[in-house]
């Protein structure tokens, strides 16, 4: 295993924050489509789109949808694609996810509305980093997507994704250096929770500082997984944003670790 204590004193990263005005827009749906087998793209336009501003690639916008009742929830999604030029954006549903925003995104047809808020805010990492390893499931997909497709020559990111199965896997172009692992579940028999798959891909990895690691899936892997990078490989907290996109049996939560 590799060392992580670095013998040089490396400034740690910056991460700027920038708070936006969360507008509520009502938009129509223009088209929909799976992407993956467990993972449905719907496409939005209309002139209230206009303005649309989500500059991180893990910006997360709410999505305004019935539940049981009939009342209006809100539940977070990161905006996939925006194309100013187009007035459209896309938005990824990972199916594998039981709630109310999972059920209008398989319900809603093609002319019919959708009501978006946001985003609230927006957060961008910058500073001396050698390289990026990024590990996500299949809800941090279209954030890590963004990220690569944002990414810039010359730059190194290893992305590992964990996915219910080899058909889930997607085609993310990236003019940086990228290495692609993919995690495919049901090929090793494990679930969405599943923590040791994805601590033996970094197992092997040389994560010191310089190395920004960025987590992204359900609360209790993203604790375990910072957890081993804090204690066993002694990573400063600093080189690390992890956030639990959902927490499992539990609706429309959150695990924050900032």
């Given at each position: ?230 204690d066993a ?22 695990a924050k670790?900032?």
């Amino acid at each position: 295993m590799s060392q992580l204590i670095d013998p040089q004193d490396r400034p740690t990263p910056t991460v700027e924050r920038v708070r936006l005005e969360p507008v509520k827009r009502n938009l129509i749906v223009s088209e929909k489509y799976h992407v993956s087998p467990n993972m449905l793209r719907i496409v939005v336009k209309g002139d209230e789109l206009v303005g649309f501003n989500a500059p991180g690639a893990d910006d997360n916008i709410k999505m305004i949808v019935p539940d049981e009742a009939g009342n209006m929830v809100m539940r977070s999604y990161t905006p996939r694609r925006y194309d100013p030029v187009a007035g459209e954006l896309e938005i990824d549903f990972a199916l594998h996810l039981a709630g109310p925003a999972t059920k209008w995104a398989l319900d809603v047809e093609v002319g019919e509305t959708a009501i978006v808020a946001g985003p609230r805010g927006s957060k961008r990492v910058s500073g001396n980093i050698d390289r990026w390893v990024m590990v996500g499931d299949e809800t941090a997909i279209p954030a890590m997507a963004r990220r690569l497709e944002e990414a810039e020559a010359g730059e190194r990111i290893t992305a590992v994704i964990t996915i219910p199965s080899k058909e889930d896997m997607q085609q993310i172009e990236s003019a940086a250096d990228v290495d692609y692992v993919w995690v495919c579940r049901d090929e090793l028999g494990v679930g969405a929770t599943d923590t040791s798959s994805l601590i033996s891909q970094l197992e092997p990895m040389d994560i010191r500082a310089g190395v920004f690691v960025w987590l992204a899936a359900e609360g209790g892997v993203v604790r375990a997984l910072r957890t081993y990078l804090t204690d066993a490989r002694g990573l400063d907290r600093r080189w690390i944003k992890a956030s639990g996109y959902w927490v499992e049996g539990e609706a429309d939560t959150t695990a924050k670790f900032e």
